[in-house]
């Protein structure tokens, strides 16, 4: 039955690989052990980075020799004081005072709340809104997600530690898929070294020989990984392997408030261990296209009915497929709560 099952939809996999579907236990062609023995991963990850690296060149005009050069040696732009004081106090302001729709997300020990920075809530927030329309925000954005691309954009908080539970997954290194794409974090709270920062390792979103061996190896036993991320194309690495790799130790950002950091998650990154319970507050932007796509622009999210409401409309649609019993949606309402007010925990 599965192999009539695996033949029946033979095409749609096939299809797959010219988009950016990334997991190996989900796909029997991405997954398979005798194609990626055969270099298939390697091969869908060096064009696709060839890809990015055309499009990121005509949006070179977008952000700073400066920050170019330090995107291109790093993987991340860090931005120490990105707005204007009096601007980040009414931004602030307006994030942390206010009640508004929420979602919250379960891993282990620790929720992550989103609050959606749609139309609704930018009606009446003006500092908000200057942001999510900020010419340099975008700028950033675009060039390191490689595309012209309209980022999902959160109020969001990590409550580290905060219930019983597993560790953390997102504690552990990783990359976010196979290809180029971009998030970025504008912390509303001072981050310490010990409170749960964003790490990141310095240098690795470039696809050296050394990363491409190990990426192949990966690949080749993902399909049947004990690991549920690492087999759905999100590989973990540990420690040890990252020096054999020849990287360097991550790169912690224990940064002040007002810090902006936009990095491209090819590169391997992690949420970092928290010693007590703590809540790390910050505006978050992410974005992800299909990889192999030759243009800027054309983003869905970017159409006139779309723009601004890409993300309830997201939340709605999992919804959906939930109650017809299609999949799971872990974002869950949180009710009308502030970024701080503490979730539920059990």
Do not use: C
Not at 78 to 105: H, I, V
């Amino acid at each position: 039955m599965a192999r009539a099952r695996a033949s029946l939809f033979s095409p749609l996999h096939v299809a797959a690989l010219a988009t950016g579907a990334k997991s190996f236990r989900d796909n029997p062609v991405i997954g398979s052990a005798r194609l990626n023995r055969r270099g298939l991963h390697v091969a869908r990850m060096l064009l696709a980075a060839r890809m990015a690296e055309t499009r990121r060149a005509r949006l070179a005009d977008l952000i700073s020799a400066e920050d170019g050069a330090a995107f291109a040696r790093d993987g991340f732009i860090e931005k120490r004081g990105f707005l204007s004081d009096d601007l980040f106090a009414a931004l602030r302001n307006e994030a942390m005072s206010r009640a508004a729709p929420a979602r919250d997300m379960v891993q282990g020990d620790t929720v992550t709340r989103r609050i959606a920075l749609d139309r609704a809530l930018l009606r009446d927030r003006p500092a908000l809104r200057a942001l999510a329309e900020s010419p340099e925000w975008l700028g950033l954005i675009r060039y390191v997600g490689a595309s012209s691309l309209e980022p999902l954009t959160y109020i969001q908080t990590i409550f580290s530690r905060i219930r019983p539970g597993a560790p953390d997954p997102q504690t552990r290194l990783h990359a976010d898929t196979f290809h180029s794409s971009v998030k970025a974090w504008l912390f509303l709270t001072d981050v310490a070294e010990d409170g749960g920062p964003l790490t990141y390792v310095p240098g690795s979103h470039t696809l050296t020989p050394r990363r491409l061996a190990w990426e192949k190896r990966a690949s080749i036993r993902a399909a049947a990984s004990d690991d549920y991320q690492s087999s759905r194309g999100s590989p973990r690495i540990s420690p040890e392997e990252l020096g054999h790799l020849g990287y360097g130790a991550p790169h912690v950002f224990a940064v002040p408030a007002n810090t902006l950091v936009v990095a491209d998650t090819l590169g391997f990154h992690a949420r970092g261990p928290s010693a007590r319970p703590t809540a790390r507050v910050e505006i978050f932007a992410y974005g992800r296209r299909n990889p192999f796509l030759p243009w800027l622009g054309f983003d869905p999210a970017r159409l006139p009915l779309v723009r601004g409401a890409a993300v309830p409309l997201f939340w709605q649609a999992s919804d959906a497929a939930e109650r017809i019993g299609l999949s799971r949606n872990p974002w869950r309402p949180a009710g009308m709560v502030r970024p701080d007010t503490p979730p539920r925990t059990t």
